[in-house]
């Protein structure tokens, strides 16, 4: 076993205003992915609080996680009717007034890594990875990827890539705890391994740094998903060598298996993420069933909007400002039932920026989206 504590470094206090510097026309015309016909099905995930801390050295045998249930089995990155994985990977969560608790089990016959700089691009490895949302508005979310040598890369990114965020590596997670535990043996060719776990151990206090409303009561639902990178490789003179493609010559593509279907090949689309909700019970005390906040659905009906915007945006230069533009009425009655009212869908365009709103009666709230992605709800 293998167990890492991060209290080296001092946690950088990270301060962000409202408004961020919203992104260029050539940054909004760069996004060529299609994404108006994408399924909205993300995974739902109740997480309960642990009763007693939670000893992070990577054995998931431990009683603490006895009651507590597995995710689903990790799919393709761009969904279920892809192949499924090679490899069995699922996961865990808990929660306590001091950490969010992650246990992972993959199954893996040959377990390697090779990178041991921390910050480096743990993704050239295989690893696993997590992503976190808290306000669920696609801004300020955080990353950290491990290699099972326990190798971490924890960043933070102020907004998606495809909106012109980047990622601030010198955001460090202090009290960040790792535990790895391999079922065989690391970088040897000649046996043939089960696989191996983690457990992630992520203080609140750095969680909380860019977050609105505080630690998690009952009922509160962050955005989290899981990724799994995976190499295919070969055994070269007693080493792990990545296959290439025989025609190219160039390394085959990594293997991406997630918890929530991403709809394609990016992590970075937070709106495509599962939904995690918070309960006070531990586990094993009772069924805490998940709470489908109707919220949601006119956040998603923003977010196809959004990216009908930019479609339109590439095809005539400019932002729509009219909502008979993107086809508004036929969209909100694909996504709800014909006894919902519709809601009013306000569209202010500035040069090369735009703010939507739509206003929900039945909600006593709007609904905001911007072209850098970002959404919100307010109260009427």
Do not use: C
């Not at 639902?221 to 025609?247: A, L």
């Not at 909700?277 to 094993?284: L, M, R, T, V």
């Amino acid at each position: 076993m293998k167990v890492i504590e991060f209290t080296t470094l001092t946690t950088i206090s990270i301060f962000f205003s409202f408004i961020f510097s919203l992104p260029t026309s050539e940054t909004v015309s760069a996004q060529t992915q299609q994404t108006d016909n994408r399924e909205f099905s993300p995974r739902t995930y109740v997480v309960h609080k642990a009763d007693q801390p939670v000893i992070i050295d990577g054995n998931l045998d431990k009683e603490i996680w006895q009651d507590v249930e597995w995710t689903e089995l990790f799919v393709d990155i761009q969904g279920e009717h892809m192949p499924a994985p090679r490899f069995e990977t699922r996961a865990k969560m808990l929660w306590d007034d001091n950490y969010f608790y992650f246990a992972a089990e993959m199954e893996e016959p040959h377990v390697w890594a090779t990178k041991t700089e921390r910050d480096a691009v743990i993704f050239m490895d295989n690893n696993f990875e997590i992503f976190i949302d808290p306000n669920g508005d696609t801004h300020n979310y955080y990353e950290l990827e491990v290699n099972a040598k326990g190798t971490f890369w924890d960043l933070m990114l102020t907004m998606p890539y495809r909106n012109g965020g980047f990622p601030i590596d010198a955001w460090d997670i202090k009290g960040l705890k790792i535990g790895i535990d391999i079922q065989g043996t690391l970088n040897d060719p000649s046996d043939i391994d089960e696989g191996w776990t983690v457990e992630i151990a992520i203080p609140w206090e750095v969680l909380l740094e860019a977050t609105r409303g505080g630690m998690p009561q009952e009922g509160t639902q962050w955005r989290v998903n899981f990724s799994r990178v995976e190499w295919q490789t070969k055994i070269v003179d007693g080493e792990y060598i990545k296959k290439t493609d025989p025609e190219t010559g160039e390394e085959l593509p990594e293997d991406n298996w997630v918890w929530s279907p991403q709809g394609l090949i990016n992590m970075h689309y937070p709106e495509m993420w599962g939904y995690v909700q918070f309960s006070e019970n531990p586990a094993g005390t009772g069924e805490v069933e998940f709470e489908w906040n109707p919220a949601e659905d006119y956040k998603w009906l923003l977010r196809k909007l959004y990216y009908r915007q930019t479609e339109f945006r590439n095809v005539h230069g400019h932002f729509a400002s009219q909502p008979e533009k993107l086809n508004y009425n036929s969209l909100f009655y694909s996504l709800f039932d014909d006894d919902t009212a519709k809601p009013e869908l306000t569209i202010k365009v500035l040069d090369n920026n735009y703010i939507m709103r739509l206003s929900v009666d039945e909600l006593n709230s709007n609904f905001y989206i911007r072209n850098d992605s970002k959404v919100w709800e307010t109260a009427k």
